[in-house]
């Protein structure tokens, strides 16, 4: 017999989600590149790379090698770990750096970002306590946040983390606890554009010995450096406990999604199950584009144009915005990166003059985007003082309006 089944007419239900959604957060950047679009407005938002930055004249060539070299390799699946080729050029290339590397110890990930999920995946449980800088990379805190960790905020001087609240805040609940994660970023980091000094860092290494803890290092701009050269990493005083994390995006392009960590041996197995499960493996041409890239020397060839760029950028914002900020306003000059922190005077709240800023034609990332959410009232506020400016992504004489158009749209609110 032909039993005939209608089912129910559907009714609008709740959207089901499962319960750590509630923990994502929105990326503030990302959500602000729609305003990017408007006619005439200008980003000082995002972490864009120059885009004169990039090989573009050399990709044919590059592209013609990979094909050469690799053949169909460079469009098969490859290992979950990274391209044999990219993990080997990799490691001589970090030699040169300092940077102790083998192809077994090296996972290449999908942008450092998927390096972040992953790690969030591995070592954060719901209530887990993870020890951050303040303020910090919020692509971390959104990678983090998922799992429903409990923040931990650094206090930091000019040289590095305070060494006796680093000591408390890293030492387990109590014996047999698993220490916090720490995700640290000692050079020209992202967003206040400080690093910690060489002593510091290896200061700060012997606390973090003490109690076990996992220590994430995310390094994406020891590369791009305009006055002085970095502080070794801090993977380099405490290897056994530090997963280093790399990127591509800023001495490459990010549109290849590269990113690598080195990692030690025991979690190494289980960051390679995790990146099973999330992408079975990084893109494999853009493995083997980085592979030559990186081994022929180009990607080293090209990094003293990329410093002279970034640093004529920074230059022109610094001078600009010296011009036309109010005198209450300070920011100290970065010695890399892409960032320049600054802080108004008190009771400056930088989240409510974005719309100003913006109805202006110049957005920024307002301080308040750079913290997990359980910051302590004064600190908050403290940070809502702040303003992200990015100077990469923009060509100098843009940086100068910007500059201008902050200055002007101060004056409106009377600062
Ligand atoms: C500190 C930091 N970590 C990680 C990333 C992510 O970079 P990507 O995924 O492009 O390697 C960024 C990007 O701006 C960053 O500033």
């Known amino acids: 017999m032909n039993v005939e089944y209608t089912p129910k007419a559907a009714t609008a239900a709740p959207l089901q989600l499962a319960q750590r959604s509630a923990n994502l957060r929105s990326n503030a950047i990302r959500d602000m590149l729609k305003v990017a679009h408007q006619p005439g407005m200008i980003a000082l938002g995002g972490g864009n790379p120059a885009k004169e930055s990039f090989p573009v004249a050399l990709m044919p060539r590059l592209m013609k090698d990979v094909m050469r070299r690799f053949s169909s390799n460079a469009l098969q699946y ?24 083998t192809p077994d110890n090296i996972v290449v990930t999908t942008g450092s970002q998927n390096a972040l999920d992953l790690l969030g995946k591995l070592l954060i449980d719901e209530q887990s306590p993870v020890v951050v800088e303040q303020p910090t990379y919020l692509g971390a805190l959104q990678a983090f946040s998922l799992f429903g960790p409990r923040w931990r905020y650094l206090d930091e001087d000019e040289e590095g983390p305070a060494l006796q609240k680093l000591d408390a805040l890293t030492a387990p609940a109590r014996p047999g606890d698993r220490a916090p994660l720490v995700y640290v970023m000692p050079t020209f980091r992202n967003p206040s554009g400080k690093s910690w000094s060489a002593e510091r860092t290896r200061q700060a290494a012997a606390v973090l010995r003490r109690h076990g803890n996992w220590v994430v290092e995310d390094d994406p701009y020891r590369l791009l450096t305009y006055d002085t050269s970095p502080s070794p990493p801090l993977k380099s005083s405490l290897p056994e406990q ?6 591509l995006s800023k001495v490459f392009a990010p549109g290849l999604r590269l990113g690598y960590c080195i990692v030690p041996d025991p979690l190494l197995p289980w960051l390679v199950k995790a990146k099973q499960g999330t992408d079975l493996n990084t893109g494999t041409l853009s493995q083997a584009l980085a592979a030559e890239y990186i081994q022929s020397g180009r990607l080293n060839d090209n990094l003293p144009l990329l410093r002279a760029i970034y640093r004529d950028k920074r230059d022109a914002l610094t001078d600009a915005l010296a011009r036309h ?88 609110c009377n600062l």
């Open 78 to 101: 490859c290992d979950t770990q990274g391209f044999p080729p990219l993990r080997q050029a990799l490691a001589d290339w970090l030699a040169q750096l300092q940077i102790a590397a």
């Open 325 to 412: 900020l109010p005198g209450s306003f300070e920011f100290s000059i970065p010695k890399g990166g892409m960032f320049l922190w600054v802080k108004g005077p008190p009771g400056f709240d930088s989240d409510h003059f974005l719309s100003v800023a913006i109805a202006h034609g110049v957005f920024f990332v307002p301080g308040s985007a750079f913290f997990g959410d359980t910051l302590s009232e004064p600190m908050r506020q403290e940070n809502a003082r702040c303003m992200r400016l990015n100077f990469s992504g923009n060509d100098t004489d843009t940086l100068k309006r910007a500059a201008e158009r902050l200055g002007k749209a101060l004056k409106t």
């Open 242 to 247: 530090t997963i280093y994390i790399g990127s």
